[in-house]
């Protein structure tokens, strides 16, 4: 049975961080926050990045998440690093309740429970995470090709659960949009996710937030509950 792939990339480790909450950096993160609920759904390309040092390893994969705030279900498309949206090489998709690992390439698709807790991290999380188990500051602007962006950084309160130790996420001081996640790792391992897009409201079939094993002949599904 392959490993989930999207875990090896997302799955951290933990160390001390920042003793309070920042009044500056919550006032911004509120801001990412509503304006996002605004939306049924929102969908938004972006870019991965692993840059492990120790490994020799720099990779950069594109991808696309779909997301339902109200309902936690998404859908997180990534595509092989040299290739185009043709060339699909892993899916996970959550309805709210089941999770859907699809690897392409072994054409197999793993099933597990939906993982809301507070110690694992996702794309999907990264608009609201800061509401449940971080602690958050505000360390100044940045300008990157002519926009301007603020600069927080998230530590989680339980150094024990976490499996990172720090998050810096730039955001759009204009459009209130996050900009890049970046997730620092405590063997050095760096992890970034560049959103490329934000597109509110998109029309998407019902059943985007459901794997369809009709629609994969083929495929085997290994359950994991």
């Known amino acids: 049975m392959k490993k989930l792939i999207i875990y090896t990339l997302i799955f951290i480790s933990a160390t ?10 919550k006032i911004i993160l509120n801001q990412v926050s509503q304006k996002y609920k605004q939306y049924a759904v929102i969908k938004s390309d972006f870019t991965f990045t692993i840059d492990a040092p120790q490994a020799s390893v720099k990779q950069t994969q594109n991808g696309t998440l779909i997301t339902q705030s109200k309902t936690n279900k ?15 090489e892993q ?12 690897l392409k390439k072994d054409k197999e698709v793993q099933v597990s429970d939906a993982d809301h807790s507070s110690e ?7 608009f609201t995470m800061y509401e449940h188990g971080y602690k958050y500051i505000y360390t100044g602007e940045q300008r990157i090709s002519g926009k301007i962006y603020q600069t927080i950084d998230l530590t989680p309160e339980d150094d024990d659960k976490k499996q990172f130790f720090k998050i810096r996420l730039q955001i759009d001081k204009v459009s209130k949009q996050i900009y890049t996640a970046l997730i620092f790792d405590k063997n050095g391992n760096k992890y970034t996710y560049t959103l490329r897009s934000f597109i509110a409201s998109p029309q998407v079939p019902d059943n985007t937030f459901i794997f369809d094993t009709k629609a994969h002949p083929g495929v085997e599904v290994v359950d994991l509950r």
Do not use: R
């Open 74 to 88: 998404f859908k997180i498309t990534l595509f092989s690093a040299a290739g185009s949206k043709a060339d699909i």
């Open 120 to 126: 694992s991290f996702s794309p999907a999380q990264l």
């Open 91 to 102: 899916e996970i998709i959550s309805d709210g309740k089941t999770q859907w690992t699809y």
């Open 16 to 25: 001390k961080a920042f003793a309070q909450k920042d009044a500056q950096a």
